[in-house]
């Protein structure tokens, strides 16, 4: 039995947990002020006779977003999408609106081609093309049974929509506005402290993987929200500036940071399996100085922005980590050779993740930068590059795959209206304005299934609140000051939801068709048959949507397949035969990652060693870099060089032939894997003078080849290509 006085803070627990709805002021506020924007738009389209004042209502809802520059950049998107979608759609119906079949054709045609530049597209630039086709599709099939009222919807749809824009932006800026640059300046030192923390994880062998790999995925997923986040601080002020290379570029560090860090977690992890007796002890030590520093980065709120004094900490720590690396090479000779090199392998790479994170500081100080009285903005001005660049190149597999879903929208769209003719049914229209909006799911996803089913369902719960507040509330209501409390007292949960990042979707969903769906029409003429018809058309066209997605799925497997073939048949070799700097070669792969990066479910086994190897490769072009450098060095040993020269030769031309050797790619890795454990075995059996430099450079060149034999052994799925790509 529950003891007196628990009860309540039982059920009080349970429903938090059940339901993990952010209950802090600035969500508070955010629900309010979003609320508050729809039932001024809602007025604003009555004030103004328009024939569905209820768009601008729901055209708040789903802009509904945390942060000022988000609104504004999604608004500014929202209106271009829709004037262009509005003239796409008007002039299809100019030409067909006595056809039905180019009419529709047509619009098909349109809906393909704004779904392709869609998928061409990134954030709000891939949102407004998907407006222009669905605007378009609204007025084309909407006006054609009425051709002569074509103008009239489109211009009220338009304006219903911009009321909604100017409403909910406005309220975002002028109402505790949230500056997505303070947002970004907070995430990014959130993020430093969590890279921190991660590092001092790595660093402490006794860390369970079962701990490790969770934590490693979560830091990959707020990376990626970083990169969204970064694609709209353009729009708060016109002093925003974005460099864009320069943020890019700290997305690349924070990836190169996580792959050092599970490189060094699974040699520690191993190291301290075989022991290694003087070389353990001089590296305990070592590995705890960093992880001690690393930690106290971590619970340091200030240490992001004192950029000097941290860099200054870990110069200092890098030092400490050369020097016990010298006093390693100094023992060649003396000690077990694959123990030193190992020894030395784990001080190279924990000096590797130190630069990291310095240069995750280095990219901060060069990209942000504040400007003005940020006690009146609270924003950071973003410099602009010193030269231009060109913008990203995107895969021919990327360009090909953004074509495939656009000619799926297109077909899909023709099925659902031949459905709709061949049925004769009355809420056809309906449908199909579902099933293009369920559309938006696939575009740049691989599986947009369980998104979209999240909407579906919580959008017929926003339906089903609307049918009853139609039913049993709108009636018993006077006046336009009654509609609007019992609005925001329904609208205000919703928007709590929309502004938890993990309900976001299911708050959007919600508040946008109970708004849509609630006959908030100029004249209150409430139709059930009418009501019902339409919400199931929209429910069935959103549920045939997800059907047919499932069953014809586009995924970024080409994309995969492609980085996959230039990161090993390409970009490696380069590295091994010194063509290119091996920086530039792993920025070149760390980036086309990061461009992948949101569309990979990480919680799938198969995905996750695809993220790994990847990351994986691009370490071992720093590797293979290093030996090819070493190739210069006047002290290095003949017989080293001739080793490391005939190694890079034939491992590069190994390599070079992964992509097409077809059922013969085992035997490809297996012959690459023989090769880098004999040459490693001919470092370990040369017979150089104790502690000269010779030796030294001998032991380093075995820590290289020590880290590419591990991949064979860590990320072999990798090199077969068996990740899984479904």
């Known amino acids: 039995m529950t003891p007196a006085g628990t009860a309540f803070p039982d059920v009080w627990t349970w429903l938090r947990a059940a339901v993990p709805v952010d209950l802090g002021w600035r969500n508070i506020v955010f629900s309010l002020r979003t609320a508050a924007a729809a039932v001024m738009a809602l007025a604003a389209a009555y004030w103004l006779q328009l024939d569905d004042p209820q768009w601008a209502a729901l055209t708040v809802y789903l802009l509904a977003q945390p942060t000022a520059g988000a609104a504004v950049a999604k608004g500014a998107f929202r209106v271009a999408g829709t004037l262009l979608g509005a003239a796409a759609g008007l002039v299809i119906l100019t030409l067909w609106s006595q056809a039905p079949l180019p009419l529709v054709g047509s619009l098909a045609l349109w809906l393909g081609f704004c779904f392709t530049q869609a998928g061409l597209s990134r954030n709000y630039t891939s949102y407004s093309f998907l407006l222009a086709g669905y605007t378009a599709l609204l007025v084309g099939l909407g006006g054609a049974s009425a051709p002569a009222d074509a103008w009239h919807l489109a211009v009220d749809r338009t304006a219903e929509i911009i009321l909604g824009i100017v409403f909910v932006t406005a309220m975002s800026v002028l109402v505790f506005p949230v500056y997505a640059g303070d947002v970004l300046r907070g995430q990014l030192a959130v993020l430093f402290g969590r890279l921190c923390h991660y590092g001092a994880v790595a660093l402490q062998p006794v860390t369970p993987i079962t701990a490790f790999a969770p934590l490693r995925r979560e830091m990959v997923e707020a990376v990626v929200k970083f990169d969204a986040l970064r694609s709209y601080t353009l729009f708060e002020a016109p002093e925003m500036r ?31 399996v075989e022991g290694a007796g003087p070389v353990a002890d001089r590296l305990r030590p070592a590995m705890a100085d960093v992880a001690a520093l690393l930690e ?17 900490q870990l110069l200092a720590a890098r030092v400490a980590l ?51 009285p940020l006690a009146l903005r609270g924003l950071a001005t973003l410099a602009a590059p010193k030269t231009a660049r060109p913008p990203p190149v995107m895969a021919p597999a990327q360009r090909w795959e953004a074509r495939l879903a656009g000619l799926r929208a297109g077909l899909l769209l023709l099925a659902m209206c031949g459905f709709w003719a061949a049925t004769e049914w009355t809420s056809g229209f309906n449908a199909a304005a579902g099933l293009a909006v369920l559309l938006f799911f696939a575009v740049n996803q691989d599986r947009p299934g369980a998104l979209g089913l999240s909407f579906l369902i919580c ?107 230039t990161t090993l048949g390409a970009r490696l070799p380069q590295a091994a035969r010194g063509v290119r700097h091996e920086r530039a070669i792993l920025r070149e792969i760390v980036g086309a990652l990061a461009d992948l990066l949101p569309r990979l479910a990480l919680a799938r086994p198969g995905e996750d060693e695809y993220l790994r190897g990847t990351l994986g490769a691009a370490s071992t072009a720093l590797e293979l870099g290093r030996l090819r450098r070493l190739l210069g060095a006047p002290e290095l040993a003949e017989e080293t060089r001739a080793l490391i020269a005939l190694f890079l030769d034939r491992f590069a031309a190994e390599l070079a032939g992964f992509p097409e050797a077809g059922s013969a790619l085992p035997a490809r890795v297996a012959a690459a894997e023989a090769l880098a454990q004999a040459t490693q075995a001919g470092l370990a059996g040369l017979a150089l003078p104790a502690g000269s430099k010779a030796a030294g450079l001998n032991l380093r060149a075995g820590a290289s080849l020590r880290f590419i034999v591990d991949r064979f052994d860590i990320d072999r799925a990798y090199l077969l290509h068996a990740f899984g790509e479904g």
């Open 296 to 312: 106290r980065l971590a619970a340091d709120p200030s240490a992001f922005t004192d950029t000097r004094r941290v860099r200054a």
């Open 459 to 565: 959008a017929g719960l926003g339906m089903a609140a609307a049918y009853g507040a139609m039913v049993f509330v709108l009636p018993r209501i006077e006046g336009f000051e009654a509609l609007a409390l019992f609005l925001m007292l329904v609208l205000f949960p919703a928007g709590l939801m929309a502004g938890t990042p993990a309900l976001a979707l299911a708050g959007t969903a919600f508040g946008a068709y109970f708004v849509a769906e609630l006959g908030t029409g100029n004249v209150f003429r409430p139709d059930e048959a009418g009501f019902l018809n339409a919400s199931l058309a929209t429910l069935f066209g959103m549920g045939a949507a997800l059907v047919l997605l499932n069953l014809f799925p586009i995924t970024s497997r080409a994309s995969r397949r492609q980085l996959w073939n």
């Open 322 to 372: 050369n020097a016990a690396g010298a006093e390693l090479e100094a023992m060649a000779g003396q000690v077990p050779f694959l123990a030193l090199a190992n020894g030395v392998l784990i001080l190279r790479r924990a000096g590797d993740l130190l630069h990291g994170l310095s240069m995750v500081m280095v990219s901060q100080a060069a990209s942000l930068r504040p400007t003005g």
């Open 242 to 272: 974005a460099s864009d290379a320069g943020l890019r570029r700290m997305t690349r560090e924070f990836l190169r940071v996580l792959a050092v860090a599970r490189g060094l977690y699974l040699r520690l992890d191993e190291f301290a």
